[in-house]
Protein backbone atom coordinates (compact mmCIF):
# COMPACT_ATOMS: atom_id res chain seq x y z
CA UNK A 1 0.00 0.00 0.00
CA UNK A 2 1.39 3.85 -0.71
CA UNK A 3 1.68 6.23 1.57
CA UNK A 4 -0.78 8.21 2.12
CA UNK A 5 -0.84 12.16 1.44
CA UNK A 6 -3.53 14.96 2.43
CA UNK A 7 -3.24 18.24 0.91
CA UNK A 8 -4.87 21.27 2.44
CA UNK A 9 -4.83 24.54 0.25
CA UNK A 10 -7.01 26.95 -0.87
CA UNK A 11 -5.98 27.40 -4.23
CA UNK A 12 -7.59 24.46 -6.63
CA UNK A 13 -4.50 24.64 -8.97
CA UNK A 14 -1.92 24.49 -6.06
CA UNK A 15 -3.84 21.22 -5.27
CA UNK A 16 -3.74 19.81 -8.69
CA UNK A 17 -0.31 20.78 -9.16
CA UNK A 18 0.60 19.05 -6.08
CA UNK A 19 -1.80 15.94 -6.61
CA UNK A 20 0.38 15.62 -10.28
CA UNK A 21 3.19 15.88 -8.79
CA UNK A 22 2.98 13.43 -5.68
CA UNK A 23 0.32 10.71 -7.40
CA UNK A 24 2.95 8.44 -9.05
CA UNK A 25 4.81 7.70 -5.60
CA UNK A 26 1.46 8.37 -3.36
CA UNK A 27 -1.84 8.15 -2.43
CA UNK A 28 -3.18 11.68 -2.33
CA UNK A 29 -6.23 13.19 -1.24
CA UNK A 30 -6.54 16.63 -0.88
CA UNK A 31 -9.25 19.64 0.82
CA UNK A 32 -9.79 23.53 0.31
CA UNK A 33 -9.81 24.65 3.81
CA UNK A 34 -8.01 23.40 6.96
CA UNK A 35 -11.90 22.76 8.65
CA UNK A 36 -12.18 20.54 5.15
CA UNK A 37 -9.10 18.81 5.61
CA UNK A 38 -9.90 18.10 8.92
CA UNK A 39 -13.00 16.46 7.70
CA UNK A 40 -10.59 14.12 5.25
CA UNK A 41 -8.13 13.28 7.99
CA UNK A 42 -10.80 12.34 10.57
CA UNK A 43 -12.55 10.25 7.53
CA UNK A 44 -9.13 8.21 7.22
CA UNK A 45 -7.47 9.03 11.05
CA UNK A 46 -5.15 5.78 10.81
CA UNK A 47 -4.12 5.90 6.90
CA UNK A 48 -2.06 9.44 6.72
CA UNK A 49 1.59 9.12 6.45
CA UNK A 50 2.09 13.01 5.87
CA UNK A 51 0.13 16.44 5.28
CA UNK A 52 0.72 19.22 3.33
CA UNK A 53 -1.25 22.28 4.44
CA UNK A 54 -0.96 25.90 3.57
CA UNK A 55 -0.27 28.34 6.41
CA UNK A 56 -3.67 30.17 5.98
CA UNK A 57 -5.85 26.90 6.02
CA UNK A 58 -3.76 26.41 9.11
CA UNK A 59 -4.51 29.85 10.23
CA UNK A 60 -8.32 30.23 9.86
CA UNK A 61 -10.79 29.40 12.13
CA UNK A 62 -11.03 25.41 13.04
CA UNK A 63 -7.98 24.88 10.32
CA UNK A 64 -5.37 23.97 12.89
CA UNK A 65 -4.90 20.22 11.21
CA UNK A 66 -1.53 20.19 13.38
CA UNK A 67 -3.59 20.43 16.95
CA UNK A 68 -5.82 18.32 15.53
CA UNK A 69 -3.97 15.75 14.42
CA UNK A 70 -1.15 15.69 17.49
CA UNK A 71 -4.46 14.59 19.84
CA UNK A 72 -4.25 11.04 17.59
CA UNK A 73 -0.77 10.96 16.01
CA UNK A 74 1.44 12.78 18.03
CA UNK A 75 4.39 12.27 15.38
CA UNK A 76 2.39 12.68 11.90
CA UNK A 77 4.89 14.81 9.66
CA UNK A 78 3.40 18.55 8.55
CA UNK A 79 5.11 20.13 5.75
CA UNK A 80 3.72 23.76 5.99
CA UNK A 81 3.84 26.07 2.48
CA UNK A 82 3.82 29.15 2.37
CA UNK A 83 4.47 32.20 0.12
CA UNK A 84 5.18 34.56 2.76
CA UNK A 85 9.44 33.98 4.65
CA UNK A 86 9.93 30.87 5.70
CA UNK A 87 11.67 32.20 8.71
CA UNK A 88 8.73 34.18 10.77
CA UNK A 89 6.14 30.88 9.37
CA UNK A 90 9.07 28.76 10.84
CA UNK A 91 9.15 31.41 14.20
CA UNK A 92 5.27 31.04 14.59
CA UNK A 93 4.81 27.77 14.58
CA UNK A 94 7.59 27.24 17.47
CA UNK A 95 9.06 24.40 18.78
CA UNK A 96 6.20 21.76 17.11
CA UNK A 97 8.24 18.25 16.43
CA UNK A 98 7.91 16.58 13.16
CA UNK A 99 6.89 19.87 11.18
CA UNK A 100 8.78 21.63 8.26
CA UNK A 101 8.33 25.06 6.61
CA UNK A 102 8.42 25.00 2.48
CA UNK A 103 8.21 28.08 0.38
CA UNK A 104 6.09 28.43 -2.74
CA UNK A 105 6.95 28.33 -5.48
CA UNK A 106 7.41 24.73 -4.56
CA UNK A 107 10.75 23.73 -5.75
CA UNK A 108 10.02 20.25 -6.17
CA UNK A 109 13.09 18.59 -6.08
CA UNK A 110 13.34 19.97 -2.30
CA UNK A 111 9.55 19.15 -1.66
CA UNK A 112 10.26 15.46 -2.46
CA UNK A 113 13.20 15.51 -0.50
CA UNK A 114 11.76 16.93 2.65
CA UNK A 115 8.50 14.06 2.35
CA UNK A 116 11.40 11.57 1.91
CA UNK A 117 12.82 12.45 4.89
CA UNK A 118 9.95 12.55 7.00
CA UNK A 119 8.81 8.97 5.70
CA UNK A 120 12.05 7.48 5.95
CA UNK A 121 12.31 6.32 2.17
CA UNK A 122 14.76 6.37 -0.53
CA UNK A 123 13.07 7.87 -4.13
CA UNK A 124 10.92 5.33 -5.53
CA UNK A 125 10.73 7.13 -8.83
CA UNK A 126 11.47 10.30 -10.41
CA UNK A 127 8.84 12.97 -10.30
CA UNK A 128 7.87 15.04 -13.28
CA UNK A 129 9.26 18.25 -14.17
CA UNK A 130 6.51 20.79 -14.04
CA UNK A 131 9.29 23.75 -15.03
Not at 86 to 91: E, N
Request: some cysteine.
Amino acid sequence: MKDMILIIDGDAWVRQLLTDFLTPMYGVSTASSGTEGIERYNERRDDWSLVITDYNALLAKGGDIIGHSRAHDAALPVIVATGGPTDVVGDALGAVGNVAVCAKPFDFAHLRNMIEQFLGIEARQKPKRFF
